[in-house]
DNA sequence: CTCCAATACTTGATTCATTCAAGAAAATGG
DNA sequence: CCATTTTCTTGAATGAATCAAGTATTGGAG
């Protein structure tokens, strides 16, 4: 797990201020992958007790347009966040419980696939949900069917 | 394009009732592929002036679950819709104007990709969304790049 | 064809993540 | 330490989506 010291060299190295909320901001998303907005603001309430959302909003914010956090938001969930960045790896989705776990991408790179026909687009990243069922949500209910 | 009797058809075999509501959002998303629901319900007025927003959201619910409309949700896009099911296509999204185009699955069965690690899950379904620039975006400002 | 039960729709209010706006506070360079 | 810029606080607003209660419509049974 990275220290403060790291938190501090990451921000000055993308040119961003270095401050308290955005030390815990790192922090609690080193913490927490796949977090949700609320769930930071809370984590990092429990080291400042008083920043408001809107910095953490705004954080969130300055720190995914540095490349320090990445957004992600699969269908029905609101914003979540992770400091994995740089690997292009990809996700797999719970539809039963909306548990969100890493899957490492064979290539590492962007784009990792080619479309077959690119419409015309330039592309340059290939972004990868995968669908299922986590292992407890099988677990619970091995014999139901998640639906299509 | 099919027609009014075909959008019928679709809703019986689906087990569903047919109602006006319904086979206007059906027309509406045929359409207007990837419209977002605002753009259905304006599309919808057009032959049913007096539905409710509520009645939308609720026929493309319903729809949706019963699989003669997939949704779509690019990060910082509201929820959009498409008829196209079936054929497990992908899409790709302009990173500049949010536009969405159609991108053939080379498989063309789910799940079209196998994860390295699938973190125990049983996986069903592998989502593609193709970031980039399109064609309009890509005249517009030859020189610039689109953000990582 | 008529009636009934189930389902769908209308109306109106509400929720909640996210954003906007204006002023106060803090951070960096000089 | 000071000045300028950026960031944070406070409080309000936005807007997609959902909830809830009552009315209307659908499709099957009689």
Not at 83 to 87: H, K, L, P, S
């Given at each position: 797990m990275p220290t403060t010291a790291d938190f501090e060299r990451m921000l000055r190295g993308a040119a961003l201020r270095v401050t308290r909320p955005r030390l815990a901001v790192l922090s609690a998303v080193h913490d927490l992958p796949h977090a949700d907005t609320d769930s930071i603001i809370n984590a990092v309430r429990k080291t400042?007790?008083?920043?408001s959302h809107q910095a953490v909003y705004d954080v969130l914010r300055a720190l995914t347009n540095a490349g320090l956090l990445r957004r992600i938001q699969p269908l029905g969930s609101v914003a979540r966040y992770e400091?994995?960045?740089?690997?292009n790896h990809h996700h797999v989705v719970c539809r039963m419980c909306g548990a969100i776990a890493d899957v490492d991408c064979a290539?590492?790179?962007?784009?990792?696939l080619t479309a077959v026909?690119?419409?015309g687009y330039e592309i340059d990243e290939a972004e990868v949900i995968y669908w299922g069922r986590c292992p407890k949500c099988r677990a619970k209910e091995p014999a139901s069917q998640p639906r299509q």
């Open positions: 400042l007790p008083d920043v400091a994995r960045v740089g690997d290539v590492g790179e962007k784009p990792c026909d690119d419409a």
